[in-house]
């Protein structure tokens, strides 16, 4: 005879109380031995100054991206003879420029 496993609901309620238990124990244990952060010994402007040129190299990328698309659609303009299509692509190539060299330009204002 195939024996039928134990469903008795007092088995069940001592499992669920023993892993309610287990789970406080953990939860406890990291709040109360937090282990040690050890920072950098840098100085925070060098931290802040490469999260900027990181940011400003992804802008520039997407710059390039821009002004290729803007070159295509003048070229395409061209074969095409399609006005409205090449003055697009002339202010998408001219957005593309800003965008690629927007750093040098906050650095000629004075901004960055």
Known sequence: MKKLP?????????????????????????????????????????????LSTFIFSCIRAIGIIILGWGIVQVG???????????????????GGLLITFAKEILTTIGVV
């Open 76 to 94: 395409m303009s061209v074969q095409s003879h399609d006005a409205s299509q090449r003055t697009q692509g002339f202010l998408c190539l001219f």
């Open 6 to 50: 134990n469903t008795d609901p007092k088995n069940n309620r001592a499992k669920a109380r023993r892993m309610m238990g287990m789970w406080t124990l953990v939860v406890a244990m990291a709040c109360l031995l937090p282990t040690r952060a050890f920072a950098a010994s840098t100085d925070p402007l060098t931290i802040v100054n490469n």
